[in-house]
């Protein structure tokens, strides 16, 4: 029996290595995670994902049998248990009423970031007083995955096995949960449905859901992409009953493959009526439809152009009745110049007003990283999209300016009022695949702070200030060495998005540490650890990790955070974690 064990381990090693390891591994361009941060995860989870989750396309290349011999090589966590969820509220607890919020990815629609001191109820002399009050444990690996939403004294929040949850934001007990049908990676948005309150939000699967917020009630469910590699990433906008929609996608995934036919799908922005789901627009960010191409070495039918994924939340201008959305990279010849751009589009018509492409030429997928390169573009490019949510902001002059941040590790300032007229460019990192500025900055009315990943370099992390009508430094935070050192993901990159209150910057890292820094010059004035295990409200074994795709949420005297992103190569964990004054 000894024997029959280790003979599959090596089989499913030998497996991995071959079939895999190329882009589960801590190199170049990992966007994938490590091996340890799957091994979290269980043999069911991980056979799941090769045959009908992300992984598909991959795992089509192997037998049944091999799927299950590296689903068990990798996996090796516990299978989830389908049950009724502990940490219910109990019959006496009833929803609070309470006019602070957080509502959507980045508190307003012009994604700043910034929560006023009147709806964060904590200042910077506050942040020393700040206890952990709770911590919720997801019952999956890498599952804390999308940015709470906070309205009304309740918090919404989504996770990898598709489960939504209405948790107390005093005691984090669970009013309801629902099931999505994939993964909830979307901040969600509250607002007001035929007399009712509903939260709505979108899932890897494409669909939109619109659920009352007291009985967890289907309003509405609408599919707004039939690509068979579109998903749902980044936050959807609403406004005055519309909701805003972005469309990203994965393709550039199964593209390593020789043999899949790549690619046809684009990034796309729909608006939704918010009484009816019904779709009111749907706006491409590629305008022609893929038409093939070439053939590939291995006789496989290339398409294009494609690509163009709108990963994050768009920007609402609300004085011109525009919305701006960045775009990623492309995945195919030929070449578009609405690939990492600014897309400007009336928020009535979806008509593309204008366009401003900050990187020409950035045709990348997971082919490119392969030995024969089957399906990469003929003139790669280096990767390095836009993934960020892009910001607009007014000057004291009345000058507006939207700012950019890229993975290139440059920030850019365009005039929405000149078609998107460059104002100023600066640089804040070496830039890669995985650098510069990964998930996204925060602004108040002086500056724009940047949190820089820089993750595969040597020198990882750090966060500037930026003077918002010039793009000037004015100070520079450098990276904290990190304390996980020896620990596979553990890095002092500051990948997650920053989030404000007056005077105070919030920036998550890689090391599982969430720092608070001061707005005037860059001084860390608190900080919190993270990795390591917590006891949580709801029994589920918890512990920390990396802090990576989602940001600090700051309302009502409270902060929320969650802790174990793995995805981009960092340390697994499965935790939501909500800190409060003593």
């Not at 490019?381 to 949510?389: E, L, N, R, V």
């Not at 002059?397 to 920030?411: A, E, F, N, P």
């Not at 918002?468 to 990190?482: D, I, S």
Request: hydrophobic share 40%; proline share 6%; glycine share 10%.
């Amino acid at each position: 029996m000894a024997l029959a064990v280790l003979a599959a381990a090596q089989d499913g090693d030998a497996l991995f290595q071959k079939h895999c390891s190329m882009c589960h591994r801590q190199g170049d361009v990992n966007r994938a995670p490590l091996p340890e941060a799957m091994a979290a995860l269980s043999p069911e989870a991980v056979l799941q994902s090769l045959e009908s989750g992300t992984m598909r396309q991959q795992g089509s290349v192997l037998s049944p049998a091999e799927r299950q011999t590296v689903a068990k090589f990798l996996g090796k966590g516990a299978a989830m248990k389908v049950q009724a969820p502990a940490g219910m509220c109990g019959p006496g607890i009833a929803p609070r009423t309470d006019s602070s919020f957080w509502n959507g990815w980045a508190v307003d629609v012009r994604n700043t970031g910034f929560q006023p001191a009147k709806m964060a109820g904590l200042v910077a002399g506050d942040l020393s007083k700040l206890k952990l009050k709770w911590a919720f444990g997801f019952p999956s690996a890498n599952a804390a995955i999308a940015q709470p939403t906070v309205v009304g004294g309740r918090v919404y929040f989504g996770s990898q096995d598709g489960t939504v949850y209405s948790v107390d934001a005093s005691t984090g007990c669970i009013y309801w949960t629902f099931k999505a049908e994939a993964m909830v990676r979307t901040a969600m948005s509250v607002g007001a449905i035929q007399g009712k309150y509903a939260v709505m939000f979108g899932d890897a699967k494409k669909f939109v859901y619109a659920v009352y917020t007291q009985s967890a009630n289907v309003v509405w469910k609408t599919k707004v992409d039939e690509h068979a590699w579109a998903r749902l990433t980044g936050a959807p906008k609403l406004h005055e009953g519309r909701l805003y929609v972005p469309v990203s996608s994965n393709e550039e995934v199964p593209a390593g493959n020789p043999k899949y036919p790549c690619c046809t799908s684009r990034g796309s922005i729909v608006a939704l009526d918010a009484e009816s789901g019904k779709i009111l627009w749907k706006t491409y960010a590629i305008r022609e439809e893929s038409k093939p191409t070439r053939k590939n070495a291995e006789g496989a039918q290339m398409h294009g152009p494609s690509g163009a994924a709108i990963w994050s939340s768009p920007a609402l201008d609300l004085e011109k009745r525009m919305l701006y959305a960045a775009t990623g990279n492309g995945y195919t010849d030929p070449s578009v110049d609405t690939i990492d751009a600014i897309l400007a589009m009336s928020m009535d018509t979806g008509e593309m007003k204008w366009h401003r492409q900050l990187l020409a030429g950035d045709n990348w997928t997971f082919a490119c990283m392969s030995p024969n390169r089957a399906s990469c573009p003929e003139k790669s490019g280096p990767d390095h999209d836009i993934g960020a949510s892009p910001i607009l902001v007014k000057l004291p002059d009345g000058k507006r300016l939207i700012l950019v941040g890229q993975k290139s590790g440059v920030v850019h300032a365009i005039d929405p009022d000149q078609e998107g007229k460059i104002v100023w460019q600066t640089r804040v990192g070496k830039g890669s695949a995985l650098g510069g500025v990964q998930w996204g900055m925060a602004a108040d009315e002086k500056a724009v702070y940047v949190p820089v990943s820089d993750v595969l370099t040597s020198e990882p992390g750090g966060l500037y200030a930026l003077q918002l009508g010039t793009g000037e430094k004015l100070w520079h935070a450098p990276p904290v060495p990190p304390t996980c050192k020896g620990t596979r993901g553990c890095s002092s990159a500051q990948m997650a998005p920053a989030t404000m209150i007056p005077g105070i910057v919030f920036s998550g890292a890689m090391d599982g540490r969430l720092r608070a820094y001061s707005a005037e010059d860059g001084k860390i004035v608190w900080e919190v650890d993270t990795f390591r295990e917590f006891e949580t409200v709801n029994g589920v074994k918890a512990k920390g990790g990396s802090i990576s795709a989602t940001g600090a949420v700051v309302v009502a005297k409270m902060l929320f955070v969650n802790s174990g992103y793995a995805v981009l190569g960092g340390m697994a964990g499965n935790v939501l974690l909500a800190f409060g004054l003593e």
